[in-house]
């Protein structure tokens, strides 16, 4: 069931209603209950994976907290990481495996079943492990309400596709007493409604030239491959960064805060920068429970500098099972390594120019360096092969510019760039204003007239600029596949 699905627009009403409708006792039974409806309606078939996890984080939290037992911790975080492996990565493993020994002139190809990959499995597995760590290090108590430690787990609009629950900040909500508040209502449903806007008016329609392009790179002009790669930047940020409004409006109509997951991330003036606004559940558990285990940058500049990039080849492989993931990651580790290393050069050579560094001119030059980094490395991140990746950035810098084909041979005609276009300065313009005040704040505050207005804009554009029909898929979301 996804949230742009008509059986969401009618799952949703159902559970708020019933949610606010029951006494305070039923209401977390009745939220598990409907979490675990959407997750069926999603894939039925490992829905007992999930309550195994469920079950085992349980009992598992409960043990640890009576004695804090390392081999208990690293043997289900072990059964959490297999599972992962066995649904995720065994093909790959194998694959990578027979390509090794076939280089030694050993001859092994194995027969491996192609499992299917259980919806929300690193979402959720992540959000487990997390928890029985904190347990474990003493952050957090266990849940001692098996119910409650389930719906943790299970939470509907984090379910599939994150934000990455954290237990000192998401569980106590589940023991507070939620009363309706319009305020509530208003600031979610101006997430949920910006987030279809996003989705529908610029991901989906921006998909397009970006499959059209990367499919056959070499028939276009550089400027063509240059306008598809930095479409594809655009589209899925606005993609996952529109299933977090979505989930996060979801979770606020009924009274609970999710952690944000996006900070204007293309507003960033380095790479480290970044990736404290990108994903931000995903980067920050990396943090604490690899980056800092792994030793941080306690043990010296060149052991920091391996954990970064152990970090961040992990954090490819986490996105998915193949190595243009892999080189994904170890990229932008090694972005934050080589601006780690040139600071010193680069304070040098800034003295000498007439820039001031708190100026704007000084912040739109880093900013731009951002993204054109980010840009190169998400290149990777949406090619299907390293070879793909490598074909689509050589044809960036062909001597032909433009193919004759003109922006119709992209796979969308003027009128659709234009709605792109204008769809990208509305989200530039509510991205700038987020960097000062939040925009879901300030409409829930507005006055009724303009706040409907604001509402009525984002689904009207939405119904009718949103991308739908032959060719989209509006229902299928980039990171419904990790």
Known sequence: MSFLSPSYFLFF???????WALPQKARNGWLLGCSWFFYLCAGPRYFPLLIAVCAVSYVTALALEKRRRKGLLAGALCLFVGLLFLFKYLNFGVDTLSRLLALAGLDWTPMVPKLLLPAGIS????????????VYR??????????????????FPSLLSGPIGRAERLLPQFSRLHKFNYVNLREGLFRFLWGAF????????????VDTVFAAPQNYGAIQVVIAACAFSVQIYCDFSAYSDMAVGSAKVMGFELMENFRTPYFSKSIAEFWRRWHISLSTWFRDYLYIPLGGSRRGTVRKYVNVLIVFAVSGLWHGA?????????LNGLYQVVSALTA????????????????????LWQMGWVFLLSTVAWVFFEAGSVSGALAVLENMIKPVLWDVGGLAAMGMGKKEFLVAGVGFLVLLGVDAYSTKEDPAR???????????????????????????????????????QF
């Open 13 to 19: 009403p159902i559970t708020v209603l019933g949610y």
């Open 123 to 134: 979402f959720y597995l992540f959000t487990a492990m997390g928890y029985l760590m904190d």
């Open 138 to 155: 003493g952050k957090v108590p266990a849940e001692k309400n098996g119910l409650k430690c389930a719906l943790f787990l299970s939470f």
């Open 198 to 209: 996003k989705k529908l008016v610029l991901a989906d329609r921006l998909a397009v030239v």
């Open 322 to 330: 193949a190595l243009t993931f892999i080189v994904w990651g170890v």
């Open 344 to 363: 010193p050069l680069r304070t040098r050579g800034r003295s000498v120019l007439p820039l001031r560094e708190d100026g704007g001119i000084f912040a």
């Open 442 to 480: 300030k409409v829930a505050y507005s006055p009724r007239w303009l706040r409907w207005c604001v509402y009525l804009a984002l689904l009207l554009a939405a119904v009718i600029f949103g991308s739908y029909g032959s060719g989209y898929d509006a229902q299928s979301f980039i990171y419904g």
